[in-house]
């Protein structure tokens, strides 16, 4: 399965952006998909990930209730809708794909390129 990160960008605080994730390969559907981030010098993180019929979503705490996972299997594209941003939340995005529902970028299968965010105070 191939994934394609798109939609970061430089946003001020309090602002919105959506990220996108093209999913492609015959066998994308059979994936849960991740958006995990990494900040300089730090540890790559979960951020959200959604099952493969969408029914399920899984959000981290830090960014609960004002980040939302959404995907559309129809257009095989997942994506972030980020809200209230705040410069904590500036990162690379990378979006990935793994049989399971996983907090451990470690253990991921297939991951996507990453998309800068970058959120002015």
């Known amino acids: 399965v191939q994934l394609q990160a798109s939609g970061g960008g430089l946003v001020q605080t309090g602002g919105s952006l959506r990220l996108s994730c093209a999913v492609s390969?015959?066998?994308?559907?059979?994936?849960?998909i991740h958006w995990f981030r990494q900040a300089p010098g730090k540890e790559r993180e979960f951020v959200a990930a959604?099952?493969?019929?969408?029914?399920?979503?899984w959000v981290a705490g830090s960014v609960e209730g004002r980040f939302t996972i959404s995907r559309d299997n129809a257009e095989k594209t997942v994506y972030l809708q980020m809200n209230s941003l705040k410069p904590e939340d500036t990162a690379v995005y990378y979006c990935?794909?793994?049989?399971?529902?996983?907090?451990?970028?470690?253990?991921?299968?297939?991951w996507g390129q990453g998309t800068q965010v970058t959120v002015s105070s």
């Open positions: 990935a794909a793994d049989p399971t529902t996983t907090y451990d970028y470690s253990t991921i299968a297939f």
């Open positions: 390969g015959r066998t994308s559907d059979m994936y849960n």
């Open positions: 959604i099952s493969r019929s969408g029914g399920s979503t």
